[in-house]
């Protein structure tokens, strides 16, 4: 799913803004000005279209996830979890970790 300002694209194909879009278990809705992507997973995804973003993860996948949005198991300790495994000290240098090219 790619979203840049008002123009939303499932695998190249563009969703219409205010129309739902249903397939294959994932699902792109427009509640209010927000655009909300959820998955069959289990794993939802809010964008305003500006900066604020939020991440809604069923209780189901506690302790099973991982990257910018953490480990699930309420312990701050492993809340900077880098992809080696290793914890970073600061938040800067996890979010660096995981940058991809």
């Known amino acids: 799913v790619v979203a840049e300002g008002r123009n939303v694209s ?8 205010g129309r739902p879009y249903l397939h294959k278990g994932l699902g792109v809705t427009w509640p209010g000005d927000w655009v909300a992507v ?26 099973a996830t991982w990257g910018l949005c953490g480990t699930y198991t309420d312990d701050p300790a492993d809340d900077f979890t880098r992809p080696d495994g290793d914890i970073a000290a600061f938040a800067a240098a996890f979010g660096n970790a995981w940058r991809v090219p």
């Open 38 to 63: 959820a998955s069959s997973l289990g794993v939802r995804v809010a964008w305003d279209r500006h900066l604020a973003v939020t991440v809604t993860v069923e209780p189901e996948l506690r302790g």
């Open 10 to 17: 499932v695998n190249g194909a563009a969703v219409l803004e």
